[in-house]
């Protein structure tokens, strides 16, 4: 069943970001309004389960709590550098460096969740993340969007690793709910003393429409594959593949011709580490 959530995830994710770049240079939302958007968007239904199942902080201890707040603070910076790198570079561009977080991943869940140290999955890991590096060599002009996008890619993958020890250990609701309700608190809240104006109008365009479900979904599909069983590296391998899928549709739907060979040679390299970790 978990495999049935990172696929959709999959698709979702590279929906979104697509979406999130087209709102950048189309419509030219603000970084911090998008990350209060996106944050939003799945705040609304941890909201909405939280006034369903209610949220037991019994099931919280010191260590735990420490938890939860870390898996916050990084769920602020998660967004902002989502946004802020969509908006300074290629989605296709950007998905690479984002999936840098493969290497991170592999060494998290290996050194802090006794996660399996195969050859295989080692190895493959290894090419996912010089898939990354191939269009670091190439990138010149956009050094803060290269450096926002390898701290997107770092942060998500603390995040993934909070999230995997503490679902089973306080419960699915107890955490991803009220983190997803409490990151979008913070960032309204910075939106509000920043004074940047929310244009409400936006919230009429078809694209963010669009994307405030499809967000949703990729968030919580991550999520629930892991609930389910999947570990914390290979979901995120298989959420890797996104980088396909991301470019694909940048391609033809926002018309990106940068980089073209270095991307294909990228691909090429991170699918073998892909197929590696999915042999082992």
């Not at 190439?138 to 969007?145: A, T």
């Not at 892991?226 to 396909?244: N, P, Q």
Request: some cysteine.
């Amino acid at each position: 069943m978990w495999i049935l959530f990172i696929i959709i995830h999959v698709f979702a994710l590279s929906a979104s970001q697509i979406a999130i770049r087209h709102s950048a240079t189309d419509l030219k939302v603000d970084s911090l309004v998008m990350s209060v958007i996106i944050s939003t968007a799945t705040a609304v239904p941890a909201f909405v389960g939280i006034l369903i199942c209610g949220v037991d902080f019994t099931r919280y201890d010191t260590f735990t709590i420490w938890g939860l707040i870390g898996d916050i603070t990084l769920g602020v910076l998660f967004c902002f550098t989502n946004a802020k790198a969509l908006e300074l570079m290629e989605a296709g561009t950007y998905t690479f460096l984002y999936n840098l977080r493969i290497g991170f991943v592999s060494a998290l869940g290996i050194i802090f969740l006794g996660e399996d140290a195969s050859l295989l999955r080692l190895i493959g890991g290894g090419l996912v993340f010089i898939a990354g590096f191939i269009i670091i060599r190439k990138i010149h002009s956009r050094k803060l969007g290269v450096l926002l996008g390898i701290t997107n890619g770092i942060s998500i993958a603390c995040i993934t690793m909070f999230e995997k020890w503490l679902i089973p250990t306080v419960g699915y609701t107890n955490i991803i709910f009220p983190a997803c309700v409490i990151v979008a608190v913070i960032l309204w809240i910075i939106l509000l003393i920043s004074k940047i104006t929310f244009d409400w109008k936006l919230m009429k365009s078809p694209v963010l429409i669009t994307l405030l479900p499809l967000r949703c979904v990729a968030m919580y599909s991550f999520t629930l594959s892991m609930a389910l069983g999947g570990l914390l590296s290979v979901c995120t391998y298989f959420s890797s593949l996104s980088f396909i899928t991301t470019s694909v549709a940048g391609i033809i739907f926002l018309k990106e011709r940068d980089m073209m060979l270095s991307k294909m040679l990228a691909a090429i390299v991170a699918i073998v580490g892909v197929t590696l970790v999915f042999l082992q």
